[in-house]
């Protein structure tokens, strides 16, 4: 009878709830429809009012001549080059200031929030001086200030402030020594740091030290990528710069606009990420503090070895916001004149005239970089939080 009466039971429950997920299918459906449905009409409309004011659709522009030059770039471009690699070449100019600027941020993010959980007060003054002046001044209002310093009251190129011929800074930008062979070079130092790097996580060091098997392999790939960099340049030659005429010529250059808007974002972005690292690691319990001092560690290796990984759990969410919006405020670029993606875009509207195609093109760009960077953030979340405690 018992057997029966739940027999019964789970056949009633299963049709409740294959009724219910009926409803949800045929809800989630309707709407998909109704979306689709919105975004044709609105389609139809856009295109409707376009003909009717006689103005260019679609994305077949991107196969005509830009008509116009780009004074940075990555990749070869000309004045004859397609629209297409137009936009492609500021799409790299943006990834470009976004990877340096989240690298630099990073890093200073890091010590600066340190700094201010240290226990020598002028340390520890000069953390919070940082994260007040740069957190509360606006992003734009920096970048101007930033251009104004370095167009203006940087000296000329024939008195460049040098060390050596090796760094050569003025309103030219900064000009730097690299090896001759400059892509063999970072070939070589990435592979060195890749193998490098992983056999330091595996090495008997690894389980000695304060550092840990990560941060082991992780100095020790940094370490070996800049001595297979050094090497290269030292059994390859340099390229130095050096002054001819007006100009300066020879080793790599960074432009007053790239120099400006990377401090720029790195300022703006490094008050944010101290204020993360700060709360990440007030947020451990004392306890983790008595624990690893009563265990005879300094602070710094208390610091390095379980306040620190126990921290990044609660830090990395955050973070990822953060390299989000840095991102997307490099599109203030346009305001001191680097080429990035909104700034060709501004200039393909001018040449063209299309400016839903250009703002959708963009629009997607940022979203896809966003995207990804979410997505490579979740991958690294998930294996800190996944690691045993």
């Known amino acids: 009878m018992t057997t029966d009466t739940q027999l019964i039971g789970d ?21 998909v429809v109704l979306f689709v449905l919105l975004a044709a009409g609105f389609a139809v409309n856009v295109a409707h009012n376009l003909e009717a004011r006689h103005i260019r659709s679609g994305f077949g522009f991107l196969a005509d ?52 959980l240290s226990r020598h007060p002028l340390i520890a003054f000069l953390g919070s001086a940082h994260v007040e002046i740069y957190r509360n001044i606006p992003l734009i209002i920096q970048l101007l200030a930033i251009y104004l310093v370095v167009t203006e009251l940087l000296p000329d190129a024939t008195a460049a402030i040098h060390l050596g011929d090796w760094l050569l800074l003025s309103k030219s930008g900064l000009q730097i020594a690299v090896p001759a062979q400059g892509l063999l070079a970072l070939g070589l130092a990435a592979v060195a ?70 401090l720029g974002l790195t300022l703006f972005t490094s008050a944010a990420i101290a204020e993360i690292v700060r709360a990440g690691v007030a947020a451990v319990p004392r306890g983790q503090w008595d624990a690893s001092l009563a265990l005879g560690m300094s602070r710094g290796q208390a610091v390095s070895t379980i306040i620190f990984p126990q921290a990044l759990r609660l830090a990395i969410p955050p973070l990822a916001s953060q390299f989000m919006n840095l991102t997307k405020n490099s599109s203030l670029a346009v305001i001191i004149g680097y080429p990035d993606l909104v700034s060709i875009g501004n200039t393909s509207i001018n040449q063209n005239g299309q400016a839903l195609e250009v703002i959708l093109i963009t629009m997607a760009v940022y979203l896809t970089l966003n995207l990804a960077i979410s997505a490579v953030m979740n991958t690294i979340n998930a294996r800190v939080t996944s690691a045993p405690r």
């Open 11 to 31: 056949a009633a429950w299963r049709q409740r709830e294959r009724a219910r997920q009926r409803r949800e299918w045929a809800v989630q459906g309707t709407l």
């Open 193 to 262: 740091a890749v193998v490098v790097g992983g056999l330091a996580r595996h090495c008997l060091l690894a389980r000695i030290t304060s550092l840990g098997a990560n941060g082991l392999g992780l100095i020790a790939g940094l370490g070996a990528g800049l001595l297979a960099w050094l090497a290269t340049g030292l059994l390859l030659g340099w390229s130095h710069p050096h002054l001819e005429g007006f100009s300066i010529e020879g080793g790599a250059a960074l432009t007053p606009e790239f120099l400006a808007l990377w």
């Open 65 to 116: 001549r830009a008509g116009f030059d780009i004074g940075e770039a990555l990749i070869e471009f000309s004045s004859a080059d397609s629209y297409l690699r137009a936009f492609a070449t500021g799409m790299l100019n943006t990834l470009r200031v976004a990877a340096a600027g989240i690298l630099a941020a990073t890093v200073l993010g890091v010590v600066v929030g340190l700094m201010r």
